[in-house]
Nanobody, 112 residues
């Protein structure tokens, strides 16, 4: 069974940092590009960042470029999203996805 489990979400003050993790199982993680997507309250899904299977090619939404860093550890079957200089508009549920499989999401709230 394919599983993606996000963690690391929290309440953080503006300007703070968080690192999200996505633990993958049930498929050959190293063979898949991975994506982070978020959904702010009352809004639709927003693509955030994507990383190729080998971890060498990254893309970011303009809204997070220069502040967020996507990475992966294929030995640990884990995807990461390092988020720095957080803003209130980054408040959302963050999901990792292969494009077909999705995790349950982790809540990030930037307030204070």
């Amino acid at each position: 069974e394919v599983q993606l489990v996000e963690s690391g979400g929290a309440l953080v003050q503006p300007g703070g940092s968080l690192r999200l993790s996505c633990a993958a199982s049930g498929f050959t993680f190293r063979g898949y590009a991975m994506t982070w997507v978020r959904q702010a309250p009352g809004k639709g899904l927003e693509w955030v960042s994507e990383l190729d299977s080998g971890g060498g090619s990254t893309t970011y939404a303009d809204s997070v470029k220069g502040r967020f860093t996507i990475s992966r550890d294929n030995a640990k079957n884990t995807l990461y999203l390092q988020m720095n200089s957080l803003k209130p508009e980054d408040t959302a549920v963050y999901y990792c996805t292969t494009g077909r499989a999705w995790g349950q999401g982790t809540q990030v709230t930037v307030s204070g």
